[in-house]
C-alpha cells in the first residue's frame, strides 16, 4: 500500500477506534490519523504473531479489524499515560 493509503486506512481506523471509546482525547484529527496508522502496524504485528496472516498488506475485512484492534490498544496506552 502507499503512503495515501495508510493514511486514509489510518484515519478510518482511528475513528473507529475513538468511536468505540469515547472521550476526550486532545489531539484532533492528526492523532487520530497517527494513532490509527500505528495501531493498524500494531495490529497486523499481533495478527503475525497469532498466526492470523503477515501482517497488513492489503485492505479486507480481517486487516481492518486487526488495525481497529491495535488502534484501540493504543488509545487505552494513551490514556493511561496522559491520565498520570
Not at 11 to 25: Q, R, S, T, V
Not at 44 to 72: C, H, K, P
Not at 74 to 81: F, H
Amino acid at each position: 500500500m502507499g503512503i495515501l493509503s495508510w493514511i486514509i486506512f489510518g484515519l478510518i481506523a482511528g475513528a473507529i477506534a475513538k468511536w468505540i471509546m469515547p472521550g476526550e482525547d486532545p489531539g484532533g484529527c492528526l492523532v487520530t490519523i497517527l494513532l490509527g496508522i500505528a495501531g493498524a502496524v500494531l495490529g497486523g504485528w499481533i495478527g503475525t504473531q497469532l498466526g492470523l496472516g503477515e501482517g497488513i498488506r492489503e485492505f479486507n475485512f480481517q486487516n481492518f479489524l486487526l488495525a481497529v484492534a491495535g488502534s484501540v490498544i493504543l488509545l487505552l496506552i494513551y490514556r493511561a499515560v496522559k491520565k498520570n
